[in-house]
């Protein structure tokens, strides 16, 4: 099958396992992720969906997430939005009234209702929807991070080899102009996220860029252009917001196409020109500064706190702070010293699974599942095991901190040595990102202090899971055969087990999101 055919037949295969194109009001991607914003998550079919060969897993947010890795789910969501454009064409209906009952059982009803409800409660705090409104403004940058920093790596190892003198140049202008711009994107995505017009926010953060700033004063010095990065793009942006939805509301009609969009650009600019350039600027160098000191005097304890908390922090959304300080990093410095270390939590979560293939040797489902994903993972998707394996189980999760926590030690004992370790870009992780890094002393002693680092994530997480992941309970309890006596089949004609008892208590999903079931071995990855 073409490769455009098989993203269309799983595109076909998802919507109607999430109630049709009726029931879909939102639809979107990040890396790994399928979002969709659904009238009523109850008309979803989960475990239909989980049995899908394509689909990694679900999560739910404040969007309902399907994990498809990365690459796939940059083609697949196109299919998908054409599908649910032809389909209201075709047939076109009022989306269903939220709370509208699916032809279930009440009581299921009632339940997931109330887990709505406690879902919604959790994630609707202003720290949280601040964050989520932060890392929708960096994400998208992502893929054009990750092409520029590997050409720039590229360009260092020619430049280094005195290979092609006459190509370098061109590869470093490749590498270098969108980090010249970048506040421009970063004002234009600000704008847009704070329901401003995308437009005027990268005008705002355009003058950060702007060469001509270097002949303005401001606070006694002279302001140099990229001051305050993208940090004062930020600020500048969200500024840009708020006087233009200002205008909007005491303009008079006939005037505001001219005067609003004037007073926006006129009263950002003199406010990020005589002051947020100068304070964000002061800001960025003091991340720069701290993060260098850090690693310089306590590395080895920084990394293996930073490694051991990463899995967490992204359990919780949290992770997702770290986005601008990341890009600020690669700003000031070329590279960030920070995502190799958090990296090493993907290298314990591998090491953990591991440990639970060995430990579980007669849950034939489980081990499918990890034999699956652990491909994935060594790239740095560690998702499918997180959500299928580690997470679900309990204490495994645990234990996949400690590795993180060695390797990230491991790491961060060389950076307190002297030897920098960091990352040209920001997304990848796990042996993806060799091709991203970057550091003080060559190449080679870069790429060798990683890779020992996840070596030692590796086995830190594989020892800690192996002797301590596992209590008499729950040993006895999953080292037993998971296979079912039925089956279901999926919307592409697929057959796959129907899991049972699949809560680290035994229960059938006691929390209200565990993330796939680890009896169920996702596919496609």
Known sequence: MATEDKNRATAAAILPLVGGAANVASVAHCMTRLRLGLHDRSLVDDEALKALPAVMGVVEDDTYQIVLGPGTVARVTPEFEQLVEEAREAAPAPAPE????????????????????????????????????????????????????????????????????????????????????????????????????????????????????????????????????????????????YVEKWCRRWVPEALDVLVTPTLTVLISGLVTIFGLMYVAGEISSAIGTFADWLLSNGGAGAGFVLGGLFLPLVMLGLHQALIPIHTTLIEQQGYTVLLPILAMAGAGQVGAAVAVYFRLPRNESIRRTIKSALPAGLLGVGEPLIYGVSLPLGRPFITACVGGAFGGGFVGLFNQLGDTVGSTAIGPSGWALFPLLDGNHGLGSTIAIYGGGLLVGYVAGFLATYFFGFGKDLLAEFNVSREPAHSTVAATGNTHPVPTGSGPNGSDNPDPDPGPDPAKAPAGV
């Open 98 to 241: 939220p709370g509208a009952a699916p032809a279930t059982a009440e009581e299921l009803a009632a339940q997931g209702a109330a887990i709505r409800a406690e879902r919604k409660a959790k994630n609707a705090t202003p720290f949280k929807l601040f964050l989520r409104k932060i890392a929708n403004i960096f994400v998208p940058l992502i893929p054009a991070l990750i092409g520029c920093g590997i050409i720039a790596g590229l360009n260092g190892l020619l430049v280094n080899l005195e290979w092609l003198p006459a190509v370098t140049p061109a590869l470093a202008a490749m590498a270098s102009g969108f980090m010249a711009l970048i506040a421009v994107f970063v004002g234009y995505n600000t704008a847009k996220e704070f329901g401003g017009t995308p437009i005027l926010g990268g005008a705002v953060a355009a003058i950060i860029v702007f060469p001509g700033v270097a002949n303005i004063d401001a606070f006694g010095q002279t302001l140099s252009p990229g001051q305050g990065g993208v940090l004062g793009a930020l600020g500048a942006a969200v500024l840009a917001v």
